[in-house]
């Protein structure tokens, strides 16, 4: 029978930081053996809530109890202590130490004052067995897949004997096996009498996964849902307050001249393959494809970061030798990269320094910078991309993950480029800030701005595309026309067929 006490509970919870009131009075419960997920756009407090639940940060105001009981806790080892864990989107391993270590690190059992790596070692093999990770427990963590690494962040939760389990986004960066795979483990650890509490923006996985699902809305409960009333549209409701009649915002744009040709392009990730596509202005062109197609190798090489091994780029009808970002830049060639926090934008500066940032020499002189200039071109674009903030003094790391994305674009967009390539555009963003970015991808296209972007979501490519390049181990599969697009198309040509 199971126990109608919340294994952890939280009642009227209020936090608030310079300037902004995260929660206002949120409340949440996790049964034993129960899957709940939390959801909510960026900026509705759930990262917030999470780290009072794991310790990291403590309430203002209200309460939190542990089996009924209240507790406070004053850092992460006392949530620890209660049997609270979490797994960090960005995982916190040491990818220098062995697995074993890195399960007991700072907990290592000792022998006669020294560790005792036989114990660890034994003991975090059976671990690795509950989970069914088969890889030796002496093995580095720098050998393993990102899929790998997450299990390791659930052995080593196990290894407190941790009866709640916060994981935050952790299909972010996992191939679909891999995802399966986890969704496995956390089943089993549900049947275990293992808490779950999954974070994630993937509206799929919490159909699938949750028992109940708790919504956060602008810091405050907006509803809860049990199995059975979890659907795609109930979902979205309750997140953005609003129906979402048309997500994929589209309009018929006339296309114009070939903005970037590539003809023969040859990688260094993959140099067997020829690469041969065009955009032209005004047109957004997607590319699909499994994890390892090379998609992202292509983008680099467009932008220069990896120098094409041979081949020619066209952009603008003249023929551009891209050996460098800056050579891209020159031509007109933009890239909104996958990784923003570490390749996007520089999360401790301001938002009217990072717009800045690509166009530095634009508004500099004689080595001074115009700070005139550089605030007016910050304002004009933050008012133009809607980005949430008090002002654009703002630091960038303080944003949502959607207006992060939004002052990337604003960075590139005042260099007014030909040619935009955008890499996971709405990666770990929530549904309505995706709304926002599509609706900014379909402006830029009819303002005659060329969009090639790379997506692993279907629906988006599907929704978002004039036209679908396919590729597969690093060459060009296929090309789908609007009329053409179906996931089975697509998947059809994206396994080599």
Not at 461 to 468: A, C, E, K, L, Y
């Given at each position: 029978m199971v126990s109608e006490t919340p294994r952890l509970e939280v009642r009227d919870i209020v936090k608030s930081f310079p300037g902004v009131k995260a929660l206002k009075g949120v409340s949440l419960r996790v049964m034993p053996g129960e899957v709940l997920s939390v959801v909510g756009e960026n900026g509705a407090g759930k990262s917030t809530l999470m780290k009072i639940l794991a310790g990291v940060q403590s309430q203002d105001t209200g309460t939190l109890l542990v089996d009924g009981k209240a507790q406070k806790f004053g850092s992460v080892s006392d949530a620890m202590s209660h049997g609270i864990a979490i797994i960090h989107q960005e995982l916190n391993l040491a990818d220098n130490l062995e697995i074993g270590a890195n399960i007991f690190l700072g907990r290592e059992p000792r022998r006669f004052g020294l560790i005792n790596n036989a114990q660890i070692n034994k003991d975090s093999a059976k671990l690795l067995k509950r989970i069914g990770l088969n890889v030796s427990p002496k093995t580095l963590v720098k050998e393993l897949t990102v899929g790998q690494q997450q299990m390791v962040e659930i052995a080593k939760a196990l290894s407190i004997n941790a009866r709640v389990l916060?994981?935050?986004?952790?299909?972010?960066?996992?191939?679909?096996?891999?995802?399966?795979?986890?969704?496995?483990?956390?089943?089993?650890?549900?049947?275990?009498?293992?808490?779950?509490?999954?974070?994630?923006?993937?509206?799929?996985?919490?159909?699938?996964?949750?028992?109940?699902?708790?919504?956060?809305?602008?810091?405050?409960?907006?509803?809860?849902?049990?199995?059975?009333?979890?659907?795609?549209?109930?979902?979205?409701?309750?997140?953005?307050?609003?129906?979402?009649?048309?997500?994929?915002?589209?309009?018929?744009?006339?296309?114009?001249?070939?903005?970037i040709e590539v003809k023969d392009v040859v990688t260094t990730a993959w140099p067997k393959h020829r690469l041969n596509l065009s955009v032209r202005a005004g047109e957004i062109v997607g590319v699909a494809g499994l994890v390892g197609a090379g998609r992202t190798e292509m983008l680099r090489t467009l932008f220069g970061v990896d120098a094409p091994v041979s081949g020619s780029i066209e952009v603008g009808g003249k023929c551009v030798e891209l050996k460098s970002p800056k050579d891209a830049i020159s031509a007109g060639v933009a890239l909104v990269p996958e990784d923003r926090k570490q390749q996007g934008v520089v999360l401790d500066m301001m938002i009217r320094q990072n717009i800045g940032l690509a166009s530095l020499h634009q508004h500099s002189r004689l080595g001074f910078l115009n700070f005139g200039v550089e605030q007016q071109q910050s304002t004009d674009m933050s008012q133009r991309l809607r980005v949430k903030a008090p002002g654009d003094f703002y630091r960038v790391g303080n944003l949502s993950g959607g207006n992060q994305q939004k002052v990337v674009l604003g960075k590139w967009l005042a260099m007014k480029p030909q040619v935009l390539l955008m890499d996971e555009p709405t990666r770990g963003i929530d549904v309505g800030a995706k709304q926002e970015i599509y609706q900014l991808m379909d402006e830029l296209a009819g303002q005659g701005i060329a969009i090639l972007f790379v997506s692993s979501e279907l629906e988006?490519?599907?929704?978002?595309?004039?036209?679908?390049?396919?590729?597969?181990?690093?060459?060009?599969?296929?090309?789908?026309?609007?009329?053409?697009?179906?996931?089975?198309?697509?998947?059809?040509?994206?396994?080599?067929?």
């Open positions: 916060i994981m935050d986004e952790p299909t972010s960066s996992l191939s679909a096996g891999e995802s399966a795979n986890l969704f496995q483990v956390i089943r089993d650890l549900k049947a275990a009498g293992v808490s779950i509490v999954y974070i994630s923006h993937r509206l799929a996985e919490v159909q699938d996964l949750s028992d109940r699902v708790t919504v956060l809305r602008d810091g405050e409960n907006a509803g809860e849902l049990v199995r059975g009333e979890v659907t795609h549209d109930s979902l979205v409701r309750l997140m953005v307050g609003r129906d979402i009649s048309r997500f994929f915002a589209r309009n018929p744009h006339s296309k114009g001249k070939v903005a988006e490519i599907i929704g978002m595309s004039d036209r679908v390049i396919v590729m597969h181990e690093g060459r060009i599969t296929g090309e789908l026309s609007r009329e053409q697009l179906s996931e089975e198309s697509i998947m059809h040509l994206a396994t080599g067929h």
